[in-house]
């Protein structure tokens, strides 16, 4: 199996689970300042391609006031030389609009940020990853004039059988 075969699947097994998270969607869809107290998102997939992206895209500063989050493959390197394991690293930005920011009694990327971590860290996620799942950095990041956020990163482990080794 080629080392990048299962990179559309992947990204599937993404979308299905951040499309899951009623509280992920409530925050990147609901510009209130309670968005966990709006109503339930009857078609959560609505938000793919509007406020989630399966790829590196920035807002223009002429975009309205919205939050959005990215997810993509950031990196892959071999496990080591030949072993048919890979390291991918899994990226999401977490993007806000400045007016957005604050919620009650917190801030919204915090919260974007929770449930990523809560839904991906230290879990063992098959279709992703051989290994569980790891956070391995975060950075607040200037997407413009007005959007504000986070790149937020997490290490996974593919088994590409490439050689039929085992790590």
């Known amino acids: 199996m080629s080392f990048f075969?299962?990179?559309?699947?992947?990204?599937?097994?993404?979308?299905k689970l951040l499309l899951a998270d009623q509280d992920l969607c409530k925050y990147l869809y609901y510009n209130?300042?309670?968005p966990l107290s709006e109503p339930t998102i009857a078609n959560t997939k609505l938000l793919m391609m509007?406020?989630?992206f399966p790829l590196p895209k920035t807002p223009n500063a002429k975009t309205k006031k919205m939050s959005l989050l990215n997810?993509?493959?950031?990196?892959?390197?071999?496990w080591s030389p030949n072993s048919g394991f890979k390291k991918l690293y899994l990226g999401f930005d977490i993007i806000c609009h400045l007016d957005l920011w604050m919620i009650t009694n917190a801030l919204?990327?915090?919260g974007i940020l929770n449930?990523?971590?809560n839904m991906f860290n230290n879990k063992h996620i098959a279709e992703l990853s051989s290994k569980n799942v790891f956070w391995d950095g975060i950075q607040v990041t200037k997407y413009s004039d007005k959007f504000y956020g986070y790149h937020m990163i997490?290490?996974?482990?593919?088994?590409?059988?490439?050689?039929g080794r085992d790590v």
Do not use: K
């Open 5 to 15: 075969q299962e990179l559309n699947s992947n990204v599937l097994v993404i979308e």
């Open 108 to 110: 919204r990327p915090y």
């Open 32 to 34: 209130t300042l309670e």
């Open 71 to 78: 997810y993509y493959i950031y990196n892959a390197e071999p």
């Open 154 to 163: 997490y290490d996974l482990t593919h088994n590409s059988n490439i050689c």
């Open 50 to 52: 509007e406020n989630i």
């Open 115 to 117: 449930r990523i971590d």
